[in-house]
C-alpha cells in the first residue's frame, strides 16, 4: 500500500485559518481598498471612473465610492487612481446586505447592515456546530467551482470546520451559488431552494453571482442570482478565493469566532474601507 | 487567411437550390482538413455573414456564404462533416438562421421559446430577458423497456450545471444526449460595443478555467487587425502563465479521476498539487486564474517573482507530481478504472475534428503551439506533441501527464530566455483602434480556442470566442456506447471540457 506513507510524507498541510492568518494572504489581489482621504486630483478619479469596465465606481462631488459587488478585480482604477485605490491581499470581504458592498459605507448604512446580521443570526441559531452545503451552479464561468471544489482539498479542508457537502438540497443549511443568473438555471435553482428546510442560508459566491460581472444583464443572464433567490451573504471577487468563499460560510452562520450577530466588531478585519 | 465565395459544386442532402451552401468547405474537408468551425456575423438590415473555417496545412482557410435577410436558411453541412452539427444548432438558436437537412435540429445553447425571436437575429433583444423553453426533448432511442434518464442540471458534488439525458434499457448508455442550455449567459451578445481592452476581460471569462488562453486568442486577432508586434519578453511571460494554466487543468481532471475512483489519499495529494499549482500563478500576477496578465498588445503586469525564483518553485513542484504519478499510475484499482472507458474511436475523432488532448488520445495529433505557432512558440523548443491511439480514459490520461511535462519544459525555457533578456523598454505596444475582421487562436488545457474578431473604428463589432470545450463536447456521445452508468464520471473527468466554455 504505497498511499499510505505518502499520505503522511508532506505533514500537516492545512491551514490554521480562521484561527491564525494563512502564509498565502499576502500573495493575493483579494480586494480594492479605497481610502477614505482622497489623494488624487479630480481628472485622475474621472479618468479612472472611465477606465473602470462594470461601472462600478461612482463619484458624487468629492466622495468616491465602489462598489464590490461589480469590481472584477482589474486593477486599473489602482494604476489611474493610487492616492484613493489600493490593490490590497486581504480576502474577508463578505457581505451581509447587497449595500455593504459598496465602500466606504454611506450614511445609514452601517445601522441596516448591522439589521441584516442581527436577523440572520436570529435565523440561524441552531446552526452553529456544523453546516451542510449544497452548491448550485447559475451561469458561472468555471473558475468558481474551481475555488469551490478547493475548499475540501486538504490545504482548506473545511471538515475540520464542521463544513461538509452534501448531495441532497433536503440535508442542506447553506445554499453556495455561483454564476450571472442564467435564465435556464432559474427553475432549478428555484427548486433546489424550495427543497432545503428551515433554517437555510443562501450565500451568493463572486461577483458575477452579486451584480453578473463582466456579462452584467442579458437576455440570458439575470444580472447576479438575488433576483431568483433570497440572497443573505455575497462573496465579492473574480472569482473570490478559497478563503473568500470559506469566511462568507462562516461568517453566514456564525461559525466564525467573531459571532458578527453580536453585533461586537469583527476581530477577523473584515475591511470596510 | 484566405476568403473565398461560394464557387459551382452539388450540394448534397434535403437542401433546395436556392439555399447557399459551403462547397468549397466540403471539398477541403472531403480532401483532408481539419473543419474548426462555422460562425455568424451580423450584418445591417436582417442580412448576415457564415464564415466556415478549416485548419490545412498549418493555416487556417476560411469561406465566407452571405446570408440574405429574406432567406436566413442555408444546407446543412453535419451529414457530411458531424463536427459542423453543434455549430449549426447554436447558429439557429442564436441568429435564428435555419440549417435546412439538419439530422438533429435539437436546441442547444437557447432553446428559443415559440413565437419569441433569436436573440441575435434581426428582430432580436439582446439585452431583454428571455426565458428558455424548457419542454423536454423527444427520445431518439425507441425500443421495449427503453427509457431516458435526466442527469441535471443540479447534481450530487461541486459540478458545473449541465443535463446528460441517458436513454438506456438497462445499465449500459446506448445514447446520450448533453443539454447545456442551462449555462448559457449570451456572452457573445455582451462584446459589441466594447472597447478591445474590456474585451480582453470578457475574453478572460467565456472559460473561466481557461482565462489566458482565451485572452491570447482574443488578444492575438485584435493584434492582428492592429499589425501590432508584441514585445518578445511579453510573449515569454504569457507563455509562463498559459503552461501554468495548462499544468493546472491537467491536474485538475486527476482530482477528478481519483475522486471519481475513490482514492482518498490521491485524491488529497494531487487536489494539494493543483492547489500549488494555482499559489503559484497568483504569486506570480495576484489571481489564480491568471486573470489581467495577457492584454491586446503586450501584458498588464510583469512577473512578480524572477526569472530564477520561478525555476525555483517549479523544479520541487515538477519533481513532486512526477512521483506521485508514477505512483498513480502503478495502482491498478486506478489505472483499471481508465483502461478501455469511453472510447473515442479515431474514426470519431476524425468525423467531429475533436481537438486538444481528448484528439490527441484519439490519434488527432494537431496541437496550435507547434501546426500554427503563435507568439514566443515559434522560438521554444516545444517537445513533440504528445500523441497517443488508444483512444479510452487512460490514453487522454497519459497524454495528459506527458503534457504536464512538456509544460514545465516550457516555463524553465520561457523563464531562461527572460532571465538573458532583461527587461524589455516596454511590456506592451501601443495598439490603434483596430477595423476589419481576424482570427486569433490559441491552444487551452482543452484544445485549440479560436476568436472571430469583427471591430469598426477600435470598437468591437462581434466576437465568437469558439471553446475547444465546445467543440469537443459535439465527439461526447460517440465515447459512451460501449459503457455503463459508473462510467460515467470517468468519461466526463477524462473529456476535461468545461460547460461554462460550451454553452457560452
Given amino acids: 500500500m504505497p498511499w499510505i506513507p505518502r499520505g503522511v510524507r508532506d505533514g500537516i498541510v492545512t491551514s490554521r485559518y480562521p484561527r491564525q492568518p494563512d502564509g498565502f494572504g499576502p500573495f493575493f489581489f483579494g480586494h480594492v481598498h479605497v481610502a477614505p482621504a482622497l489623494g488624487d486630483g479630480p481628472e485622475a478619479l474621472a479618468d479612472a471612473v472611465r477606465a473602470c469596465p462594470t461601472g462600478a465606481i461612482t463619484l458624487d462631488g468629492d466622495a468616491v465610492r465602489l462598489d464590490r459587488g461589480r469590481c472584477v478585480l482589474c486593477g486599473r482604477c489602482v494604476v489611474l487612481a493610487p492616492g484613493t485605490f489600493r490593490a490590497d491581499p486581504g480576502f474577508e470581504t463578505a457581505a451581509f446586505e447587497r449595500r455593504e458592498l459598496v465602500v466606504p459605507p454611506g450614511e445609514g448604512d452601517d445601522a441596516e447592515v448591522a439589521a441584516a446580521r442581527a436577523r440572520l443570526a436570529r435565523r440561524v441559531r441552531g446552526l452553529r456546530r456544523s453546516v451542510h452545503v449544497r452548491h448550485v451552479d447559475a451561469g458561472s464561468d468555471g473558475s468558481e467551482e474551481w475555488e469551490v471544489a478547493a475548499l475540501t482539498n486538504p490545504v482548506y479542508d473545511v471538515q475540520r470546520l464542521g463544513v461538509f457537502f452534501t448531495a441532497s438540497p433536503k440535508h442542506a443549511d447553506v445554499l453556495l451559488v455561483t454564476g450571472a443568473g442564467s435564465a435556464g438555471m432559474e427553475r432549478p435553482l428555484r427548486e433546489t431552494y424550495d427543497l432545503m428546510p428551515e433554517p437555510k442560508v443562501v450565500v451568493a459566491v463572486g461577483v458575477d453571482a452579486a451584480s453578473g460581472g463582466m456579462v452584467g444583464e442579458r437576455y440570458a443572464a439575470r444580472g447576479g442570482v438575488a433576483q431568483l433567490v433570497p440572497v443573505d451573504v455575497f462573496v465579492p471577487g473574480s472569482p473570490p478565493s478559497p478563503f473568500g468563499i470559506l469566511h462568507g460560510i462562516l461568517a453566514a452562520v456564525g461559525i466564525l469566532g467573531s459571532r458578527p450577530h453580536d453585533g461586537a466588531e469583527d476581530p477577523a478585519g473584515r475591511s470596510r474601507t | ?504
Fill in chain 2, 1 to 504: 487567411m484566405t476568403a473565398e465565395m461560394a464557387d459551382a459544386e452539388g450540394s448534397k442532402g434535403a437542401a433546395s437550390s436556392a439555399v447557399v451552401t459551403f462547397p468549397a468547405t466540403r471539398r477541403r474537408v472531403r480532401d483532408g482538413a481539419r473543419f474548426c468551425g462555422l460562425f455568424a456575423l451580423r450584418r445591417p438590415a436582417g442580412g448576415a455573414q457564415l464564415l466556415s473555417v478549416v485548419s490545412a496545412d498549418g493555416a487556417l482557410v476560411v469561406e465566407e456564404v452571405p446570408v440574405a435577410a429574406g432567406e436566413r436558411r442555408y444546407s446543412s453541412l453535419a451529414h457530411e462533416i458531424p463536427a459542423s452539427g453543434w455549430y449549426e444548432r447554436r447558429i439557429r438558436d442564436l441568429f435564428g438562421i435555419e440549417p435546412v437537412g439538419h439530422p438533429r435540429p435539437d436546441p442547444l445553447v437557447f432553446p428559443v421559446p415559440p413565437g419569441a425571436y433569436a436573440p441575435l437575429g434581426p428582430a432580436g433583444e439582446p439585452e431583454a430577458a428571455m426565458s428558455p423553453d424548457l419542454t423536454p426533448l423527444a427520445p431518439h432511442v425507441h425500443g421495449e423497456g427503453v427509457f431516458a434518464i435526466p442527469y441535471g442540471p443540479v447534481r450530487s458534488g461541486v459540478f458545473e450545471a449541465v443535463e446528460y439525458l441517458l436513454e438506456t434499457s438497462g445499465e449500459d448508455i446506448p445514447h446520450l444526449r448533453t443539454r447545456i442550455f442551462y449555462k448559457h449567459r449570451g456572452v457573445e451578445s455582451r462584446f459589441a460595443g466594447m472597447s478591445a481592452d474590456d474585451g480582453v476581460l470578457l475574453a478572460e471569462r467565456v472559460e473561466g478555467v481557461a482565462s489566458v488562453a482565451h485572452a491570447l486568442a482574443f488578444s492575438a486577432a485584435v493584434e492582428q487587425l492592429g499589425e501590432v508586434a508584441v514585445p518578445l519578453q511579453a510573449e515569454l511571460v504569457r507563455v509562463v502563465h498559459a503552461e501554468l494554466e495548462r499544468v493546472a487543468n491537467h491536474l485538475d481532471t486527476m482530482v477528478r479521476h481519483t475522486e471519481a475512483a475513490g482514492q482518498a489519499v490521491a485524491y488529497a495529494v494531487f487536489s494539494h498539487h493543483k492547489e500549488r499549482v494555482q499559489r503559484l500563478r497568483a504569486r506570480l500576477c495576484g489571481s489564480r486564474f491568471g486573470r489581467g496578465v495577457v492584454v491586446p498588445g503586450g501584458i498588464g503586469q510583469s512577473l512578480r517573482l524572477r526569472p530564477a525564483e520561478v525555476l525555483a518553485a517549479i523544479a520541487p513542484l515538477q519533481r513532486r507530481i512526477e512521483e506521485d504519478v508514477r505512483r498513480l499510475m502503478g495502482t491498478p484499482s486506478f489505472v483499471d478504472r481508465l483502461r478501455g472507458t469511453g472510447v473515442l474511436s479515431r474514426d470519431d475523432a476524425r468525423r467531429f475534428a475533436v481537438v486538444g488532448p481528448v484528439g490527441r488520445a484519439s490519434g488527432e495529433a494537431e496541437d496550435v503551439r507547434t501546426s500554427r505557432p503563435y507568439g514566443a512558440y515559434a522560438r521554444l523548443g516545444h517537445r513533440v506533441v504528445a500523441h497517443r491511439t488508444g483512444g479510452d480514459a487512460l490514453a487522454r490520461q497519459l497524454v495528459r501527464i506527458d503534457e504536464i511535462a512538456g509544460s514545465f519544459h516550457l516555463v524553465r525555457q520561457a523563464a531562461d530566455m527572460l532571465g538573458e533578456l532583461g527587461e524589455p523598454a516596454s511590456w506592451r505596444a501601443t495598439v490603434p483602434p483596430v477595423s476589419g475582421r481576424a482570427i486569433g487562436w490559441a491552444e487551452a488545457p482543452q484544445g485549440e480556442v479560436l476568436s472571430v474578431v469583427e471591430a469598426d473604428g477600435g470598437r468591437l463589432a462581434q466576437v465568437t470566442q469558439r471553446t475547444a470545450s465546445f467543440h469537443n463536447l459535439a465527439a461526447y456521445p460517440a465515447a459512451f456506447p460501449k459503457d455503463i452508468f459508473t462510467d460515467v464520471a470517468f468519461i466526463e473527468a477524462s473529456f476535461g471540457l468545461s460547460i461554462a466554455g460550451a454553452a457560452c
